[in-house]
């Protein structure tokens, strides 16, 4: 989501040059299809956002004014070896993803309707609007389209906002239907859903929500800060944050909290703490971390289930407390990487166990073979280029 919110600034800046997509991916990948890069002209090439683990990046940036020369283009890059090919031969051109997959890339130029189009959806998104975006991809049969690169930008109710010139109703009805079975580009279709952007609720405006905002805006999550303390709640203290507002339990109704938001409960204030669970859990937000030890908690809990009339065991299972993983470490940053570590699994539905490997995983890969693709490819970073320029910084 950063990543989102970093090309949408960088296509507002006036330089954007071209766009590229990762629209399907074939076995292993840094990056998931609706992953995006986006170059900017000037003496130097930089470039926004990235498309792999970084080795591909700089073949793409060099690349790609020349690729959109003739219009948008669609292309193929894999990181697949096969021993005894030849080193000409660039359909297998090993560019050292060190993933053992391929991934087709649409590139497209800044300037044109559609591009323009795009931006408008990503920036709405990052609003809290949400859209659907169907891309017909440039040469290759599509469903309910002529093979051509096309358009159409649609609103969560269905209203089209853009269509590409020649696109008719029933060719966006048909994507849609197709689309809806893919989660990356088939038949030359790439259908995507922009969702806008996590939003975390820290109820606690005090020296230990500084961090916690912080990691969530690197996250590319919207930040509401709340507090009854007008001295704490000031939009300075927390520069990163969309919104801060002096507010209690009774105004919960006016921040808007959502059962698709993630809240923190963090004042230290006892009062405060127990006004805004009882007003908190009846919403059942999808992640509500509670900070403080499991005594003060439960005293809190037990007061806020007399409070709402809930049974004291569904007060228990909406609520994570004592809040954030368990990850060792003391001070503010360190609780802080606890819960929005928490909060980010729950809220991509990946809370659960590590993933670590056995002996018979390791046994069973090998037996797949293919342990030359990774050892034969090489970083695609050109000879004597010692950095790449990232948006204007040097990395």
Do not use: N
Request: charged share 20%.
């Amino acid at each position: 989501m950063m990543e989102r919110r970093q090309i949408v600034r960088s296509a507002e800046s006036g330089d954007a040059e071209v766009l590229v997509t990762l629209v399907r991916v074939e076995g292993s990948s840094y990056r998931q299809p609706g992953a995006r890069l986006l170059t900017s002209s000037g003496r130097s090439a930089t470039y926004t956002g990235t498309i792999s683990g970084g080795c591909l990046e700089a073949e793409v940036v060099k690349k790609a004014a020349w690729l959109v020369r003739g219009g948008p283009v669609v292309e193929h890059y894999s990181t697949f070896y096969s021993e005894g090919a030849d080193a000409d031969d660039t359909a297998e051109m090993p560019f050292g993803l060190g993933c053992g997959g391929a991934v087709d890339l649409l590139f497209e130029a800044a300037g044109t309707p559609e591009f323009k189009a795009l931006m408008q959806a990503l920036a709405g998104s990052l609003e809290g609007e949400e859209f659907t975006v169907v891309t017909w991809l440039p040469g290759r049969p599509t469903a309910g389209g002529a093979g051509r690169f096309a358009r159409a930008v649609l609103t969560a109710e269905g209203e089209v906002v853009f269509a590409s010139a020649g696109l008719t109703p029933v060719q966006i009805q048909c994507a849609l239907l197709e689309g809806s079975r893919w989660s990356e580009a088939m038949d030359g279709v790439h259908v995507e859903r922009l969702l806008p952007p996590q939003r975390l609720v820290v109820l606690g405006a005090g020296d230990d929500a500084k961090p916690l905002v912080r990691m969530a805006a690197l996250l590319g999550w919207s930040v509401l800060v709340a507090d009854g303390r007008a001295q704490l709640a000031r939009p300075e203290r927390f520069p990163e944050a969309q919104r801060v507002a002096v507010a209690q339990g009774r105004d919960a109704d006016m921040l808007g909290i959502s059962a698709a938001d993630a809240v923190v409960l963090m004042t230290h204030s006892y009062e405060q703490d127990r006004d805004w669970l009882a007003a908190v859990l009846p919403i059942t937000p999808r992640y509500f971390g509670v900070l403080g030890a499991k005594h003060r908690s439960s005293l809190l809990v037990s007061e806020a289930a007399a409070m709402t009339g809930l049974p004291l065991a569904t007060c228990c299972e909406r609520i994570y407390a004592p809040v954030g993983l368990d990850l060792g470490g003391d001070g503010p940053e360190a609780i802080a990487l606890a819960v929005i570590s928490e909060a980010h699994a729950r809220c991509m539905g990946k809370l659960g166990k590590s993933l670590r490997l056995s002996v018979e995983d390791v046994a069973s890969q090998v037996e797949r073979g293919g342990g030359p693709r990774y050892a034969q490819s090489q970083c695609a970073v050109p000879a004597g280029l010692d950095a790449i320029p990232v948006a204007g910084q040097l990395l």
